[in-house]
C-alpha cells in the first residue's frame, strides 16, 4: 500500500507533457487535436505543450516592491571592519543598494546635504526621510522590516566600495562599534 501511495505521488509530480497535433484535413482547414491526424492528413506537425512556468529575473516581488518605494543607498568608504561588517550585512540579507563614498570629489556636494555635515559612515539612507549612523544590526533590520524588505531574500554578491579620486578625511560613526581613536599618537616628522 506504501509503495502504491509513493508511485502515486511521484507520478503526480512529474510535469505532463501533452502532444497537440495541428494538420490540414480533406477540404483544406486547419485541424489542431491531442488526437494523431489522419494518415491521409497533409502538414502534420505534432507541437509539444509544456505546463505553464513562471519566469522571474532578479530580486523577489517583495523586495523589488520595497526597493521601488524605499531605495536603499549606504555611504561608505575605506571604514574598516564597521564598513565591511555593513555592507556584508546588506548582502547577506539580500537588500538591493548603491553605494556611495563620501571621500570621492564627485560626491562631496551630495554628502554634504545628506549628512549634514557630520563626516560619519557608514550612513544608511532608506528611502527620502530615514538615515542611520554606523552600523548596528539592529537598528538597521527594524528599519529595513519598516520598509518592507523582507528578511529572508536571497543573498547578494556584496558591494565594493567605490575608488576614491581625491580623499576627504571621514571617520567610523562613533559608538557604533567603532574602534577609539589612538591615544597619544603623534605626527611623524623630522626630528628636532
Known amino acids: 500500500m506504501k509503495f502504491l501511495v509513493l508511485a502515486l505521488a511521484v507520478a503526480l509530480a512529474v510535469p505532463v507533457h ?3 497535433y495541428k494538420w490540414v484535413d480533406a477540404q483544406g482547414r486547419v485541424q489542431y487535436s491531442d488526437i494523431p491526424p489522419p494518415p491521409n492528413a497533409r502538414n502534420a506537425e505534432e507541437q509539444k505543450i509544456v505546463p505553464n512556468t513562471i519566469q522571474t529575473t532578479g530580486a523577489p516581488f517583495a523586495v523589488q516592491e520595497a526597493a521601488k518605494r524605499n531605495p536603499v543607498t ?3 568608504s575605506d571604514c574598516g571592519d ?16 548603491t ?10 556636494e551630495a554628502w554634504k546635504q545628506v549628512s549634514g555635515g557630520d563626516n560619519s559612515v557608514p550612513l544608511l539612507v532608506i528611502g527620502t526621510n530615514q538615515k542611520l549612523k554606523g552600523f548596528d544590526e539592529s537598528q538597521w533590520n527594524a528599519a529595513l522590516d519598516t520598509a518592507g524588505y523582507p528578511r529572508n531574500a536571497p543573498a547578494l554578491e556584496p558591494h565594493a566600495i567605490p575608488s576614491v579620486e581625491a580623499p576627504v578625511v571621514v571617520k567610523p560613526a562613533a559608538g557604533a562599534g567603532a574602534p577609539p581613536p589612538a591615544q597619544g599618537a603623534q605626527a611623524a616628522g623630522p626630528a628636532k
Open 82 to 97: 564597521l564598513c565591511n561588517r555593513a555592507r556584508d550585512y546588506l548582502a547577506r540579507r539580500g537588500v538591493p543598494h
Open 18 to 20: 501533452a502532444a497537440m
Open 74 to 76: 549606504v555611504w561608505m
Open 99 to 108: 553605494v556611495r563614498n563620501p571621500s570621492r570629489q564627485s560626491e562631496q
